[in-house]
């Protein structure tokens, strides 16, 4: 397969420093690039650290919806309470 991207002179530039840092052209360096997992496939968390920074990054946690007392522990005690009073109250009817 051949292809042909156009690059700026900056990326160009980019390439040409990368390639050269490794002992390769600039083809054989990206055809390097392209075989490894790194470049087809993201790196998968392996620790919950690592999972809580990528929900971190992507929002799922941590986003507060816009009020930082949302994350708050305060604010999760407040919620349970109500739902337990929610749940409590209906099953008493």
Do not use: C
């Not at 991207?5 to 083809?27: C, F, H, K, N």
């Not at 946690?61 to 930082?68: K, N, Q, R, S």
């Not at 407040?78 to 109250?89: F, G, M, P, Q």
């Amino acid at each position: 397969m051949t292809l042909t991207i156009e690059l700026t002179e900056e990326e160009e530039s980019r390439l040409q420093s990368a390639a050269a840092v490794v002992g390769l052209d600039p083809a054989m360096y990206l055809r390097s690039l392209i075989g490894q997992p790194a470049a087809i496939e993201p790196r998968k968390p392996k620790t919950g650290r690592e999972i809580v920074d990528q929900l971190m990054q992507e929002g799922v946690i941590g986003a507060g919806f816009g009020d930082p007392n949302l994350d708050s522990p305060e604010a999760a005690r407040k919620l349970r309470a109500e739902v337990w009073r929610t749940h409590t109250a209906g099953a008493r009817k």
